[in-house]
């Protein structure tokens, strides 16, 4: 199974929006409603900040919003802050019985 | 409070085993299951598989079928995962994580175990 697509970088000024694209196939992402995002802050363990496309656990902000059309999914990040500069991560159940992982978006806050 | 502790730091040889524990506590034991996560230095996430520990019913990755057994123990709420006949590449982070469904994101991560496989 071979990782999940994502763009190595994405960067963008305090304040604005930025997307992560992840994708896959009809076999993964586009199959299932269960895509994940995590994000990474080096030296710490992922945290989950998206479940199912587009939920979002009550103690992940707004500001993080999750989508899926065909075979990408996708992660927003709104007014974009200092502390958002991490490693994100997207996943997602596959037609085997297993999940996969994207290959890592590295964001920075200019 | 939900708690999952990874055993400490391994260092192998090539061609050993290796086998981390994660005790979790805080939560009905059989009501989530358990994956293992792999970072590789410089390296993503990488999914390794997923153990039920309600029946110990396993899930791996293709690419380590064959050499990782996913285990558990009811009585200490423990999840085990031994990974053999190592190599250079088998240098990582290894992290184990909740899910409340198999399909489902991991809600908590224990705090990872380093695997150093040198000669």
């Known amino acids: 199974q071979s990782a999940l697509t994502q763009p190595a970088s994405v960067s963008g000024s305090p304040g604005q929006s930025i997307t992560i694209s992840c994708t896959g196939t009809s076999s993964d992402v586009g199959g299932y409603d269960y895509v994940s995002w995590y994000q990474h802050h080096p030296g710490k363990a992922p945290k989950l900040i998206i479940s199912d496309v587009s939920n979002r656990p009550s103690e992940i902000s707004y500001r993080f919003s999750g989508s899926k059309s065909g075979n990408t999914a996708s992660l927003t990040i709104s007014g974009l802050q200092a502390e958002d500069e991490a490693d994100y991560y997207c996943s997602s159940y596959t037609n085997r019985g297993t999940q996969v992982f994207g290959s890592g978006t590295k964001v920075t806050v200019l | 409070q939900v708690q999952l502790v990874q055993s400490g730091a391994e260092v192998k040889k090539p061609g050993a085993s290796v086998k981390v524990s994660c005790k979790t506590s805080?939560?009905?034991?059989?009501?989530?299951?358990i994956h293992w996560v792999r970072q590789a230095p410089g390296q993503g996430l990488e999914w390794m598989g997923i153990?039920?520990?309600?029946?110990?019913?396993?899930t791996y990755a293709q690419k380590f079928q064959g050499r990782v057994t996913m285990t558990r123990d009811t009585s200490t709420s423990t999840v085990y995962m031994e990974l053999s006949t190592l190599i250079s590449d088998d240098m990582a982070l290894y992290y184990c994580?909740?899910?409340?469904?198999?399909?489902?994101?991991?809600?908590?991560w224990g705090q990872g175990t380093s695997v150093n496989v040198s000669s």
């Open positions: 153990i039920n520990p309600s029946g110990g019913s396993t």
């Open positions: 994580a909740r899910s409340r469904q198999g399909r489902g994101g991991m809600d908590f």
């Open positions: 805080g939560y009905t034991f059989g009501a989530y299951y």
